[in-house]
């Protein structure tokens, strides 16, 4: 069955703006905003907690099989710091934000990361790890890459991809 809407990741190295954006995305298209950090946690697709990294050990196998009904309805804007799990099949484009490193560092020490994991997000972001990810798991068409260092930057980053939407809904309207 074709979707009728179409599936978004928002991906890229915490602190890069992914909530804010699928937020403000969610609210001018209708689409839903889908925060996977919240799935995995409500529908327990995990094996435990990460102490070392402060994060969820996530079951991809139990998460994929979470999302799969939603994914083939389409309309979801994926917010995750990670791409590469998705099957391409399910999604139509992959937003990879960025960020300078300036800025991503007192967004982290804002949140009060510990110098260790706020230094791993930091050598991250400078290794363009997630935009890598993106562009080895999705056909090259469909990855684009966007800076979110300013506010002016998010209201184009959303301007351009509600953009993307309205025309992806005439292109593939029945
Ligand atoms: P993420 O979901 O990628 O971890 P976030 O949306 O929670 O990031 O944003 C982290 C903080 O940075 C939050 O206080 C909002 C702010 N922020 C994000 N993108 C921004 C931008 N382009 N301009 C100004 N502030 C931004």
Redesign the pocket.
Same mark, same amino acid.
């Given at each position: 069955m074709a979707r009728t809407q179409p599936n978004i990741i @928002?991906t890229? !190295?915490?602190? @890069?703006?992914? !909530?804010?954006?699928?937020?403000m995305l969610a609210e001018r298209t209708g689409l839903r905003h889908v925060s996977i950090n919240q799935i995995v946690k409500d529908k327990e697709c995990h094996e435990g907690w990460d102490d070392e990294f402060g994060c969820w050990i996530v079951d991809e196998d139990k998460l994929l099989d979470a999302m799969e009904d939603e994914a083939k309805v389409g309309g979801s804007i994926i917010?995750w710091?990670a791409c590469d799990l998705f099957p391409e099949s399910w999604i139509d484009l992959v937003v990879v934000?960025r960020?300078d490193s300036t800025?991503l560092y007192d967004?982290l020490a804002?949140?009060k990361y510990p110098e260790a994991k706020l230094q791993e997000n930091l050598d991250s972001e400078i290794m363009e790890v997630l935009l890598q990810e993106a562009r080895d798991s999705y056909a090259e068409q469909m990855v684009v890459e966007l800076?979110?260092?300013?506010?002016?930057?998010?209201d184009s980053?959303v301007d351009r991809i509600e953009q993307w939407i309205m025309q992806w809904r005439k292109d593939n309207a029945e």
């Open positions: @928002v890229g !190295t915490p602190g @890069v703006g992914k !909530t804010t954006h699928c937020e917010d710091h934000l960020v800025t967004r804002a949140r800076q979110s260092n300013t506010s002016d930057d998010m980053n």
